[in-house]
Every structure is written in C-alpha cells, then in structure tokens.
C-alpha cells in the first residue's frame, strides 16, 4: 500500500481520516497544520498527500504550490468545503490531483486515495512491453512490431491498465478507478466495448497476446507463450 500524509487541524477529522486510511492498509502521517505538512512532504514525501484547504500557518493551497514549484513526487488530494467552488478551480490551478468536498463518505475518501496510489504506480512505470506490443503513456502510443496501432483515447488508457500488471485480473471497476479516476463519465459495461474494439484492433495488427475474459470477474491480459 502507500504512505499518506494527512494535513488537517480539526483533531476529530483528521483522526478519522487517518482511522479510514488505517484501515485500509495505508502507512498514515497525520498532522495539524500546513507548516507541518510542507516540512513532512520535503523530509520524506508521501505517495499522497491529503490536504485540507484552511489550516493555520501555510494553507492548503500554499503547500500544494510547494510540492508543485519544488517538484515534489506526491499526488495531492485537497478536502474543500462543500459548494467552494473557487477553492477546488484554486487547487486544481495549483497542481491538486483530486478534490473531495466536505461532508464526504469513508468509502468515498478511501476510494479516491486507492484511485491516486494507482494511477501514480501506472505514471512511475511509463511503459509496458506484451510480446510485440509496446504501451507508452508518455507518448501515448501503442505499437505493434514498431507500427503505430490507431487507438482512442480511452482505448489506450484501458489498454496501458491491463497491461501495467499481466498477472491480475481486473475488475471492470478497478479499470476505471485506476485509469480513469473520477473523471469518468461512463458506466462499468462501456468498459466491455472498448475491450471489444481493443481485441479486434491489436489483432488485426498481429498482436501475440490477447485480453482474455475471467467470467464473473474482469479481464486479464494473456501473455504470448515462448517457443
């Protein structure tokens, strides 16, 4: 799991943050101010940083920027209040990965920390190679044999999210969760689609692998078998 700093100065909130957190297996570093937060971020950084916007001495945006200005590797989660629509259009600007507006559900905060360790796992490992196909999200391209495979958008982010790891198999949920985020305006079967159209396109540029099915569960990436 990850290590999480949680930077809130409401005492009863920020225990229950780091309670949520817990217990979902995270390494937990909780403090009440943004000073503190800033000096915990640069000593040892997090993989993510949950943020509250008004804290004393430095806010919560003010320790954004300095992650962001100071280059910092730590996905920022900031917690605003609920209907501050300025606070969220100011974090954003900042750098923030996510928002989370207050009163907000456990599951919620839990799911949306899970969604940021992955999708910062997937940014740390850029590139994926199955047999003669090549993921790239930094150039955000696919290739087999070295030819260009002409994928959508959200084809090649369901493709790069299968392949970060050939040896699970992913939930139609877990692929939208750690590709798409909250950003994800479609239902858990539009996953099913694209995989449709995935498998007819890397086939017909002679992919050696395959995204095979695990019926009542997701999708998996078959690996081709060496002579």
Not at 127 to 146: I, R, Y
Not at 211 to 219: C, E, K, M, P, R
């Amino acid at each position: 799991m990850a290590t999480v700093l949680v930077a809130e100065d409401d005492d009863r909130q920020r225990d229950l943050v780091v309670s949520i957190l817990r217990s979902e297996g995270h390494e937990v570093i909780g403090v009440e101010d943004g000073n503190k937060a800033r000096d915990t971020s640069r000593a040892l950084p997090p993989d993510v940083a949950v943020l509250d916007v008004m804290m004393p001495g430095l806010s919560g945006h003010d320790v954004c920027r300095i992650i962001g200005y100071e280059k910092l590797d730590v996905a920022v989660l900031m917690l605003t209040a609920l209907g501050e629509t300025d606070d969220v259009v100011t974090g954003l600007e900042l750098g923030a990965d996510d928002y989370l507006p207050k009163p907000y559900s456990p599951r919620e905060l839990a799911a949306r920390v899970r969604a940021l360790t992955r999708r910062k796992a997937k940014t740390e490992r850029s590139e994926q190679t199955v047999g003669n196909l090549t993921v790239s999200t930094e150039t955000k391209t696919a290739k087999c044999d070295g030819k260009l495979v002409n994928l959508t958008r959200m084809e090649l982010t369901v493709l790069h999210t299968l392949t970060s790891n050939v040896e699970r198999t992913w939930t139609r949920r877990e692929i939208i969760d750690a590709g798409f985020g909250y950003d994800y305006d479609g239902t858990e079967r539009s996953i099913d689609m694209h995989v449709v159209n995935l498998r007819r396109k890397l086939a017909d540029e002679g992919w050696t692998g395959s995204i095979d099915t695990v019926h009542g569960l997701g999708y998996t990436v078959g690996t081709p078998v060496s002579n």
